[in-house]
């Protein structure tokens, strides 16, 4: 299957800041990639869906002006959290694939202080 | 709207022991459903799927079995590791006009031994 990775693996900032996320896929070309938040012992959900040249599709009670998305290239998609609080400390994931078959990167772990 | 359900954790269980984990699902069409097991500080894995009712998905000594007439996938094992140890997933996927995956709450899993 497919590799995808992720950087940085974990991150601590200053409330307030801005924090790039980088979602690399390394053998597939990824017209589609999604974006997922985990809060601690909870499920994934879903943020929003990456298309590579055009705008992201935002899924409802996301702020896109908040989760900032790029999907520039076939094999890169970023995601930035902007002036981040405290709140949006969490484990942000991405995926991308074919079809139903998705691979997963090993995810980034951010703290707002 | 489509939903995973999956039994709460933590399952603790001593090696060798049966494991079942509990996971029905509501869906208006007809999903495809799918394990992903998440290993400590890492990203999420395929386990395994199955795509129609009364196909059966297996990896790794591990089994479930697509159970339309009862909405469920139970996730199986006969003989568990310490190995096994990690938070498996229940998770379903639908084409919306694009493919959309909607996961259960992930059930994590203590090998003893």
């Known amino acids: 299957g497919a590799v995808v990775s992720q950087h940085p693996s974990r991150v601590i900032c200053k409330s307030g800041t801005s924090v790039k996320i980088e979602c690399r896929s390394l053998d597939f070309q990824a017209t589609t990639m999604f974006w997922y938040r985990q809060f601690p012992k909870q499920s994934l959900m879903l943020m929003a869906t990456s298309n590579e040249g055009s705008k992201a599709t935002y899924e409802q009670g996301v702020e896109k002006d908040k989760f900032l998305i790029n999907h520039a290239s076939l094999t890169l998609s970023t995601l930035t959290v902007t002036s981040a609080h405290p709140e949006d400390s969490s484990f942000y994931i991405c995926s991308t694939g074919e079809g139903e078959t998705q691979y997963f990167g090993p995810g980034t772990r951010l703290l707002v202080l | 709207g489509d939903s995973v359900t999956q039994m709460e954790g933590p399952v603790t269980l001593s090696e060798e022991a049966f494991l079942t984990i509990n996971c029905t699902y509501t869906?208006?069409?007809?999903?495809?459903l799918f394990w992903y097991v998440q290993y400590p500080g890492e990203g999420l894995q395929l386990l395994l799927k199955?795509?129609?009712?009364?196909d059966k998905g297996s990896n790794k000594g591990f089994e479930a079995t697509y159970r339309k007439e009862t909405t469920s996938f139970h996730l199986e094992k006969g003989s568990v590791q310490v190995s096994d140890s990690a938070v498996y997933f229940c998770?379903?996927?639908?084409?919306?006009?694009?493919?959309?995956?909607?996961f259960g709450a992930g059930t994590r899993l203590f090998v003893k031994a």
């Open positions: 998770a379903l996927t639908i084409n919306t006009g694009g493919f959309k995956t909607i």
């Open positions: 869906a208006t069409g007809y999903p495809s």
């Open positions: 199955a795509t129609k009712a009364d």
